[in-house]
């Protein structure tokens, strides 16, 4: 380092601190970045890269950007992934002996984003932590640090429980010690994780006593102080906004996991991966910032507590029943900006005087908005969230008294307090704007005393205020009155002693007035600070307010009921609709189907043709109970339904490229999840399971889930089939029952009719709906011929009635994976080594094992035999 000059020692000091990071290293009006982070960020912002002498041999590479335009390049960088450490001269240029002192004063992240473009109004910007405790359970932790949102939980079991949080979470970016293993690592980076931090630092400090005050548990203190310790090492200001840290546990919500949560379709669509098409997007009616963030939440969690689920009812109906308060809600919560962010600006000290004019146009609506609800009626559920609007009516009159009303977006620029606020301010500006009256009016008198029309008044930074005179009427001037101040090609500039004076008392004035407002500005601001909390739980409330609102509309316009919760888990829906699909389709019209299960009628079995709306009729019973609830109204004409504790979907076909798994690997893993983990409080969805092998494989593998499940869980099951075979289980199973969608054929083609039947479909349709895919007609015309041949030859069943551990019968010829040597082994009589080894693969457990396991004792066996 000794070859380099005392700045680049000085850079390179400080850049060794953040190697993960790109190092933003202030040099007057600009930002400099050298070396491998010059290389890097000239290419992903795409701006020169130069060089400069660093008193090296060779030139260093450098880049730059201006400092009052950098925060679109951090945007665009934080957005990308990346971290950017802000360097800052924290030494005045003209004091500094040698190079100017140097600090990192703020390390911006994916996961700690205060504003900008990367944050989005209506999502949380979410970082989390994970802690191993080395004895089977997992600290999960995580902030929104925009909104000072925290919370906690302990996760037991496997790995894959704390990615299925994450997942669901979706959070930006995960702090973890500097052990974590590598491989836990990339599987978070895989579900979604933008950034990867290091924080070993793990002790309790004082300013973190207040906000672990209701945790009980001494691991639940841990896995958060992790995260804690690393925004204050890295944000380096006050976080006075952070909240008291809520533990939670995830039985308290209904389980959906990561990957019915996007079969599902939840939050985003699967073919976009965009908010438009999914649940969100229909349900999506808030009106603030607030409220958009919390209706994702609830989506996210639905509740299984049935007491808090019928308190949103009520509200809701309530709402629902009087439109003209409701849309007068909804008109004023329009002016509501967002409070959590607000509040948040206010602790980080980057609120501005505009800001601050937000949150008191906000606080003006609230009077109103509660004297609203409480017109609502004197139910404790209205009452009681009445209560919550506090108004704080303190801040309003601060704010009221204090800033203007149209403020500049700096607050350097001044003219931001009120006349009337500070009696000293308001001798400053009285000497500032009476001094600028009387030189104006020193300006007309010399004019008339000199008969100079020409003679002005003016004013540079160098030599203040001055009386400019052009060379033609420099003899009209009186002798001795004026003292020569600066010499022009074509005028002369003289100052007199009453202009001397007054200038010194208009520019003290004015220098007075910027630091004075400035000062008066972080004093108001630490006066708001004191309402944080009170801000924040207003901000709860109106958010709460504002989704149960938006519940309302919704039920409304888009025709709505109630739903009922049976006890002995019923479900009957009658006239249910796919709540997103009926929207889309708008002026066409959605086929409504009744759904009905009972403790006689657990499973059923769908058969119908391709297109027909199986998958639909599959997901909108889902969609029915996720909306039930989080407490809004359902997609059906009358609904009866139990309280899921779990939801398990496998819909539709897709490679897990990342991973290196396949369709069906995909699909076996995710019906393993549903199985092992179901209850018979759940529900679950599978739609075509086994098809991704060969068809009496696919076939073995569906009948023995079905029969597993029946038997095994009990849980509420929806199963649509290709596979007609199976509609003869009804016949073995007393709680299955076979359901089917119907479809009819008009001149050789193929009309769905979308209508849900009691009873097994006749047949699959697949060539009609290769028809309406336009394939040509002589391929279609061969299989028409190849159906009707093998139709002829009447295969015979692939269903085994017997008990589940029986698989297949040995003569169902099938394509042999290993060729014919091994198709003609099959044919002999097996030897009692090879009976031996049937025997243990017919007790095997092996819905039990995992991939590992099972792989372990396939291999045992084989070495038996061989």
């Known amino acids: 380092m000794a070859a380099y000059t005392p700045m680049v020692q000085q ?39 130069t060089s400069r002498d660093g008193g090296s041999a060779d030139r260093i590479p450098m880049c730059g950007i201006p400092h009052h335009s950098a925060a679109n390049y951090i945007d665009i960088l934080v957005e990308r992934g990346y971290k950017v450490a802000i360097c800052e001269q924290t030494e005045d240029p003209k004091q500094a002996k040698g190079v100017v002192r140097r600090e990192v004063v703020q390390l911006i992240t994916p996961g700690t984003k205060m504003d900008g473009k990367g944050l989005n109004e209506k999502e949380n910007n979410f970082i989390a932590t994970v802690t191993d405790f080395e004895d089977g359970t997992f600290g999960f932790a995580y902030t929104d640090l925009s909104t000072g949102e925290n919370k906690v939980t302990l996760i037991e079991g496997s790995f894959d429980e704390v990615l299925n949080e994450f997942a669901i979470l979706g959070a930006n970016e995960v702090v973890m010690a500097s052990d974590f293993p590598e491989d836990w690592k990339k599987k978070l980076q895989e579900r979604g994780a933008k950034a990867i931090s290091l924080e070993d630092y793990t002790e309790q ?13 001494e691991k639940q203190k841990l896995a958060v102080t992790r995260l804690f310790n690393y925004l204050y090492r890295t944000q380096k200001r006050s976080l006075d906004h952070l909240q008291s840290v809520q533990a939670y546990e995830t039985s308290q919500y209904m389980k959906i996991d990561y990957y019915s949560k996007r079969n599902l379709e939840l939050t985003e669509t699967i073919r976009s991966t965009g908010k438009k098409g999914s649940l969100l997007w229909l349900l999506d009616e808030t009106k603030t910032a607030m409220g958009g963030r919390l209706l994702k939440q609830w989506i996210d969690r639905p509740l299984i507590n049935q007491k808090q689920i019928e308190r949103r009812q009520h509200i809701v109906e309530t709402l629902k029943n009087q439109y003209f308060e409701r849309q007068d809600l909804r008109e004023r919560f329009k002016e509501v900006y967002d409070l959590e962010r607000l509040a ?15 949150l008191k146009r906000s606080l003006q609506q609230l009077p109103i908005i509660r004297e609203i609800v409480r017109s609502l009626g004197d139910s404790p559920e209205i009452s009681t969230l009445a209560e919550r609007l506090d108004p704080c009516e303190e801040v309003t009159d601060l704010l009221e008294m204090s800033i203007v009303e149209n403020p500049p977006l700096s607050i350097k620029e001044g003219n931001i307090i009120q006349d009337s606020y500070n009696a000293e301010l308001d001798m400053y500006r009285d000497a500032s704007r009476n001094g600028k009256t009387w030189i104006a009016n020193l300006e007309r008198e010399e004019r008339e005393r000199t ?4 003679l002005k008044i003016g004013y540079n930074r160098v030599f203040g205020y001055y009386i400019e005179v052009t060379r033609a009427n420099l003899h009209l001037l009186e002798e001795g009155r004026y003292e020569r101040k600066q010499t022009l090609t074509n005028a002369e500039r003289f100052i007199t002693p009453e202009l001397k004076e007054k200038e010194a008392l208009i520019l003290q004035a004015e220098e007075k007035i910027i630091g004075l407002e400035y000062e008066l500005f972080l004093h108001i601001r630490e006066q708001v600070k004191e309402y944080i909390p009170r801000l924040q739980a207003l901000a709860k409330a109106v958010s709460e307010l504002d989704v149960l609102q938006c519940f309302a509309t919704i039920s409304e316009e888009r025709h709505y009921v109630k739903p009922v919760f049976s006890n002995d888990r019923t479900i009957q829906l009658k006239e249910g609709r796919h709540p997103v699909v009926e929207k889309v389709l708008q002026a066409q019209e959605y086929v409504p189907n009744d759904c009905y299960m009972n403790g006689e009628r657990e499973l059923l079995l769908i058969t119908g043709p391709n297109m027909s709306g199986k998958s639909t009729y599959m997901r909108q019973v889902a969609l029915t109970a996720i909306l039930a609830q989080i ?3 359902v997609s059906a004409s009358e609904a009866v339904l139990p309280i899921f504790d779990k939801v398990f979907t496998r819909i539709g076909a897709a490679d897990d490229l990342i991973s290196g798994q396949s369709t069906f690997m995909v699909e076996m893993l995710e019906a393993r999840n549903a199985i092992m983990n179901a209850t018979e409080n759940s529900l679950i969805l599978f739609d075509e399971i086994g098809r991704g092998t ?26 649509s089939t290709h596979y007609h075979e199976l509609t003869v289980l009804a016949e073995e199973l007393p709680r299955l029952q076979n359901i089917h969608v119907s479809a009819i054929e008009q001149n050789g083609n193929v009309v769905f009719l979308h209508k849900i039947k009691e009873g097994a479909a006749d047949k699959s349709y697949g060539i009609h709906v290769a028809k309406l895919a336009d394939l040509p007609q002589p391929l279609i015309d061969r299989a028409s011929e190849i159906l009707s041949q093998l139709e002829s030859e009447g295969s015979q069943t692939a269903v085994v009635k017997e008990a589940p551990s029986v698989v297949m019968e040995a003569d169902i010829a099938q394509l042999s994976f290993f060729g014919e040597e091994t198709a003609q082994l099959e044919k002999k009589e097996p030897s009692t080594k090879e009976k031996k080894v049937l025997e243990q693969l017919q007790q095997l457990e092996i819905l039990d094992m995992t991939p590992l396991e099972a792989l372990n004792v396939l291999y045992k066996l084989q070495k038996k035999l061989k």
């Open 631 to 633: 407490g809004c109204f």
């Open 205 to 217: 400090t004082e300013q973190f006593t207040s906000l672990l005050c209701d945790l009980k548990q």
């Open 694 to 719: 060969s068809t009496y494989d696919g076939m073995a593998l569906a009948q023995a889930i079905i029969e597993y499940i029946h038997e095994k869980i009990g849980a509420k099951t929806l199963f």
């Open 451 to 454: 008969g100079i029309k020409s």
């Open 11 to 49: 850079y390179l000091t400080i850049k060794a601190e953040y190697q993960d990071a790109f190092l933003f290293f202030r040099l007057g009006d600009f930002y400099e970045m050298f070396f491998d982070d010059a290389i890097k960020a000239s290419q992903e912002l795409e701006i020169t890269l």
């Open 344 to 358: 948040g600006r206010v602790a980080f000290g980057n609120v501005n005087a505009r800001d601050l004019m937000q």
